[in-house]
């Protein structure tokens, strides 16, 4: 079964750090990519980081370039966002999402984890 499992959110001040674990149940041909997206309230959902399964190609969304990361262990089949300097403009849901292209838009991707709540404040 196709299936995605986040875990790793919580509260963290400014500065902070955070890491986010997706599991991968299978890597098929509806999963060849991995996408990062959160969602503020009242916003819309935007990609923050895109990874290609194998690692070989990320992508990172220029507000947090230099900030996030994501990486792929492939012994778990587990899927990282790391996430260093948070702010509040970083608050929001956070998803991974896999699908078949390397896309920032949301509608390219099928399958969803359930959302992993993110907080900065002080």
């Known amino acids: 079964q196709e299936q995605l499992v986040e875990s790793g959110g919580g509260s963290v001040q400014p500065g902070g750090s955070l890491r986010l674990s997706c599991v991968v149940s299978e890597w098929t041909p509806r999963m060849l990519y991995i996408g990062w997206f959160r969602q503020a309230a009242g916003k819309e959902r935007e990609a923050v980081a895109l990874?290609?399964?194998?690692?070989?190609?990320?992508w990172e969304k220029s507000s947090v370039k230099g900030r996030f990361t994501t990486s792929q262990d492939e012994p778990t089949n587990t899927v990282y966002l790391n996430m260093n300097s948070l702010n509040a403009g970083d608050t929001g849901m956070y998803y991974c999402a896999a699908g078949r292209r390397f896309s920032v838009n949301a509608g390219d991707f099928d399958i969803w984890g359930q959302g992993t709540q993110v907080t900065v404040s002080s």
């Open positions: 990874i290609s399964s194998g690692g070989g190609h990320t």
